[in-house]
């Protein structure tokens, strides 16, 4: 079921993402696809629909985060949550490998968000290949370490 959620409040989404997805990070201007509404916390497993618990995703990552909020660490075989992009840290969790296209976990949560959603699909990393350095800003500034 569909839920409505005010103008005022999709507004205030793509705002602080910067219209981008939270998870994979593609520039809303990118896609063929209208955005969706990410419940980090998903209704079913109690979440709410405050913005805080709210964060943009595109069809490529909302469908495979689904109701998901864990996942298996790929390198340790360790349950552990997936990335909260409203609480943690993104710099903490991922970089980027040397050419800026993929990835890479730098955490449990790091490595198991970018398999749970397919992070580095290669629709993903071909259009970060397109994009580099160009107006859409790949990639984004406040990803790259603060001495850069």
Not at 25 to 33: D, E, W
Not at 103 to 122: E, K, Q, S
Request: hydrophobic content about 30%.
């Amino acid at each position: 079921m569909r839920r409505h959620l005010p103008k005022r409040s999709r507004e205030e989404i793509l705002r602080r993402s910067h219209r981008r997805c939270k998870y994979c990070l593609t520039p809303t201007t990118c896609s063929s696809s209208p955005f969706a509404i990410d419940h980090i916390q998903p209704l079913t497993l109690g979440g709410t629909d405050s913005l805080e618990n709210l964060a943009l995703a595109c069809f490529g990552c909302n469908g495979p985060k689904s109701a998901f909020t864990e996942g298996t660490d790929p390198e340790t075989g360790v349950v552990v949550p997936l990335y909260h992009p409203r609480r943690d840290n993104w710099r903490e969790h991922f970089c980027w490998n040397e050419d800026f296209t993929e990835l890479v976990g730098l955490t449990p949560t790091g490595r198991t968000t970018i398999a749970r959603l397919d992070l580095n699909r290669p629709g993903v990393v071909t259009l970060r290949r397109l994009i580099l350095g160009t107006e859409e800003g790949h990639p984004p500034a406040w990803t790259l370490p603060e001495n850069e």
